[in-house]
């Protein structure tokens, strides 16, 4: 257009800047559409070369990555005492949620479910004993991630603790994960009161043992499967999963009733189970644990395999980092907050089942269950467009996990780093919200973006791995 026929026609504007600028458009009617782009993350000039110039080789780790991910067979085999299984697991050892990190570190609910840990092993008498040999140095913490092991919330998991055991038969790694408490004042929320302990040992001696021999007599339960099912039934599996625990119970109670030694031991474990819409919540984390860990370790590969939080630190691993962490401070989600309870109170994020959303569940899968959205006041479109966003960030789409409201189009699956800094987007995750003080337990529900410093920390990190393609020069020069 010539500038001298610029005030004479109607302008058709594309606005690249301030959301802002398209409302005083609107405003005096004139027709304009708001580009939705941010300018990639803050990362360096030489990272971000050091990327483009390993691009292939970026690309073809990745597709291996991705075929290691969609291959995965998750399946129930069985389960057992967490000192009998997990492997490095001590008398002493307590795993927990996130990267890693020391007592003096840890938030109020990380305390308070160590506290509970304690007084269910019989290591301590009262809280204040159990605080003091927590912080003794006898008790050595490890992230739970780093024994094949997953655990919502606080993640704690301790010596005694039956743990169930997902195979992945396509590639034979197992990983595991307590058995779901429910929610309000429970141990993963940092509840630790005699109500708590209480059931951890009823949990112990009676749904354990009912809930072995029912999975010993059936061999294995395709947790695949009745994710893919839940998917089309309203679940995203991570902070809805009432299709999926139903779909458990359904494969479970045949076999229940025919191996408990005690009707009123059965009865007991099935009414468990359907009181808590929730059990299956810890499966689908362990599910998504055996799926990710084949891809820990490709070269060049940018998948991200691990997100967690230990309600101080959000960190990230990378395939093609190996098994090294990268941090940032956790944030506080944007929530629905129970009677009484406000985002004061409120820890900052915690917990391993963002493990869901690296799967491409989770929040990543909430255009499933749009009912999730109304935990912050928002609409189904908010839902879809959640997720919508996150095929931006990922390098596939799961033809296992189907969408409903998206034309059953593949969940967005496989979190690439590369991405994530160029389009500056985090990934989306929706979550429970503990109080900060121990004690207390749950206080609402919400959801929000991962905090971007542990991917700028990664991705410096990951282009330093990368080996560059010869230039024609350096191939002259050597010939």
């Not at 030489?46 to 990555?65: H, K, M, P, Q, T």
């Not at 997100?307 to 990230?316: C, E, K, L």
């Amino acid at each position: 257009m010539a500038i001298v026929d610029l005030f004479t026609k109607q302008l058709k504007v594309i606005n690249a800047g301030i959301p802002g600028f398209k409302d005083t458009l609107d405003a005096v009617r004139t027709p304009s559409v708001h580009l939705s782009w941010k300018p990639p993350a803050d990362v360096s000039a030489e990272s971000l070369n050091r990327v483009r110039g390993a691009a292939e080789a970026i690309a073809a780790a990745n597709r291996e990555a991705i075929a290691r991910l969609f291959a995965a067979k998750p399946v129930l085999v069985g389960l057992k005492r967490a000192r009998e299984i997990i492997p490095g697991m001590t008398e002493d050892t307590i795993l927990h949620a996130g990267p890693p990190i020391e007592w003096e570190r840890m938030c109020g609910p990380m305390r308070g479910a160590i506290v509970g840990a304690l007084l269910y092993e019989g290591r301590a008498a009262d809280a204040e004993s159990a605080e003091a040999l927590a912080a003794s140095g006898r008790i050595r913490y490890a992230p739970c991630h780093e024994h094949a092991t997953v655990g919502p919330m606080a993640g704690i998991v301790s010596p005694s603790m039956p743990v169930f055991i997902i195979r992945n038969d396509a590639g034979s790694n197992l990983a595991f994960t307590t058995m779901n408490e429910g929610l309000g004042k429970v141990l993963r929320y940092g509840a630790f009161g005699p109500d708590v302990i209480e059931r951890l040992r009823w949990m112990e001696a009676v749904l354990y043992p009912v809930l072995r021999k029912a999975v010993e007599s059936l061999g294995a339960i395709d947790l695949k499967g009745i994710i893919a099912q839940a998917l089309h039934m309203g679940d995203e599996v991570h902070n809805r999963n009432r299709a999926a625990t139903s779909l458990l119970y359904r494969a479970l109670a045949p076999a229940v009733i025919r191996t408990a030694s005690k009707p009123d031991d059965a009865a007991a474990a099935l009414e468990f189970i359907n009181r808590n819409d929730h059990f299956f919540l810890n499966l689908s984390m362990a599910s998504c644990k055996a799926t990710l860990d084949p891809l820990e370790g490709i070269p060049n590969c940018s998948i991200v395999t691990v997100m967690a939080r230990n309600g101080t630190d959000f960190g990230i691993r990378v395939s093609g980092t190996g098994p090294a962490w990268f941090t940032g401070p956790a944030d506080i989600p944007d929530a629905l907050y129970f009677a009484g309870f406000s985002k004061a109170d409120a820890n900052p994020d915690i917990g391993d089942s963002a493990i869901t959303e690296t799967g491409g569940l989770g929040g990543f899968a909430i255009a499933a269950a749009p009912a999730i959205v109304q935990f912050v006041g928002g609409h189904a479109g908010d839902a879809l467009r959640y997720t919508t966003d996150m095929y931006e960030i990922t390098a596939g789409e799961n033809p296992a996990f189907q969408i409903p409201s998206m034309d059953f189009r593949g969940a967005p699956s496989g979190i690439d780093l590369v991405k994530v800094i160029r389009k500056n987007l985090t990934p989306f995750i929706d979550t429970g919200v503990a109080h900060r003080n121990p004690g207390v337990g749950q206080i609402g529900a919400g959801v929000l973006s991962a905090p971007i410093m542990p991917f700028i920390r990664a991705f410096e990190s990951f282009s330093k791995t990368l080996a560059q393609p010869e230039s024609s020069f350096q191939r002259g020069m050597r010939t």
